[in-house]
């Protein structure tokens, strides 16, 4: 199912087990939306989660969704606050306080970071992402997202400049390191 707003675009994917995961874009900047969805998701005793990038405000309309959100899905796209201005154009700060808010309240979460070889593999800033996680009391699940370059054609297309075009495909070496640094399995 996907609604069109504006210029975003939101998916809800059903599972026959009774959840619905909803994914974008950023599907939190659609909030009245997604608090009216998810109002009438409880309702029905249906399981809610949310895959975000937790790069909003926590607005009081935020706020009242993860009241109703059984799990989020929670992208850190870098560690570093000035690496990851340069890997996305804009800080870190608002998606870790997102973290930080979902702990403080108990939402559970599965953190997700892109493996990008070069870019958030250092063994300095997976330390930092490990410490980072440490503090957090909700977290279940930590998943590496092997970096792949299948969406460059997209950038080829629209006449845009592929900024990661040099950065070699993440393998399970990069995978294994990582996770041995994470202290994951």
Sequence with gaps: MIYYKK???????????????????????????????FKKLKEENIHTCIDTSGMVSLSSNVRQVLELTDLVLLDIKHIDENKCKELVGHSNKLELEFAKYLSNNNIPVWIRQVLVPGIT??????????????????????????????????????????????????????????KDILGIS
């Design 121 to 178: 593999d250092t063994k300095e800033d997976l330390i930092k992402l490990r410490n980072f996680i440490s503090t957090l009391k909700n977290v279940e699940k930590i998943e590496l997202l092997p970096y792949h370059d299948m969406g460059s054609y997209k950038w080829n297309k629209l006449g845009k400049k592929y900024e990661l075009q040099n950065i070699r495909q993440a393998n399970e070496t990069d995978i294994a390191k990582a």
């Design 7 to 37: 210029y975003y675009v939101i998916r809800a994917t059903f599972v026959l087990i009774g959840g619905v995961t909803v994914t974008g874009g950023e599907p939190l900047l659609q909030i009245n939306f997604l608090l009216n969805l």
